[in-house]
């Protein structure tokens, strides 16, 4: 998820591929992605996680268990939506990030990056967009998904904590300050994709991650972050999401 609404895998310095073919591979993948993990949401929402195999997944998505494999690791990273691929995206946004950017506003681009590109696969869903959140919503009841949700978050985090280090020089070994920069955006967003799934998912994930991260970077001095807008407002952009990042980020460098 890019600032302009693209695929962020197709980021400055990814090789350009012709309009035709590569735009038509690239649909398809994107339509098999989406077709296991709703295959995997709908039967373990059926039948609960333990009684599905990524065999059940694959043929419910009418694929083979190889090209499973292909897109996701395991069941429970398709259920999940864990995609390996996009932990290393999120890290290189990151470290291309303009090197002016203070530690907090290259955070909170990559992050509304990140949260935009979710938007993209709910906007995908159509009308099946209220039936996808209330099987998660039996699913995310499993402790062993849980586990595993918190876990591809840790390495998400992990990643961008590395690449920060990275971007300033630092040692983490010997110094916090990235962990820490890194740990705060992370809650903030953290509260946001709650507060998300708790409404339906009928705002967009990007203008509220943004907004918690701008919150953040103000102070918290404001009680009014969330307010969830009505659905024709929602908007996948983090350019137009952003509207009050330069407010914020001034009052986060007086401070």
């Not at 995609?83 to 303009?98: C, F, G, H, Y």
């Not at 709910?122 to 402790?143: H, K, N, T």
């Not at 962990?179 to 203008?207: E, I, K, M, P, Q």
């Not at 953040?216 to 350019?239: H, I, K, M, N």
Request: hydrophobic fraction near 40%; glycine fraction near 8%.
């Amino acid at each position: 998820m890019s600032p302009d609404g693209a695929d962020p895998r197709h980021s400055a310095g990814a090789r350009p591929q012709p309009a035709g073919d590569g735009g038509r591979r690239d649909r398809k993948k994107h339509a098999t992605r989406q077709a296991l993990r709703n295959a995997a949401l709908e039967l373990v929402a059926e039948r609960g996680y333990a009684h599905v195999t990524v065999e059940d997944i694959a043929e419910a998505a009418d694929v083979s268990t190889r090209t499973f494999f292909n897109y996701f690791p395991s069941k429970e990273s398709a259920v999940i939506g864990a995609d390996p691929e996009r932990v290393e995206d999120v890290r290189a946004s990151l470290l291309a990030r303009p090197l002016g950017e203070s530690p907090l506003e290259a955070l909170r681009s990559v992050t509304v990056e990140y949260a935009a590109a979710i938007d993209e696969e709910f906007d995908d869903l159509g009308e099946g967009r209220e039936a996808w959140f209330r099987r998660f919503s039996i699913v995310r009841e499993d402790p062993d998904l849980l586990g595993a949700y918190v876990g591809h978050i840790t390495a998400v985090e992990r990643s961008l904590v590395g690449a920060l280090a990275e971007r300033l020089g630092k040692d983490l070994a010997h110094d916090p300050y990235p962990a820490l920069v890194t740990a705060t955006v992370f809650a903030a967003a953290r509260v946001a994709a709650l507060y998300w799934t708790a409404n339906g998912g009928v705002d967009s994930l990007a203008r509220l991650t943004g907004a918690a991260i701008d919150s953040l970077a103000a102070g918290l001095v404001s009680e009014d972050t969330f307010t969830v807008a009505p659905a024709r407002a929602r908007c996948s952009d983090p350019q137009r999401v952003s509207s009050r990042s330069d407010d914020a980020s001034e009052i986060s460098e007086r401070r």
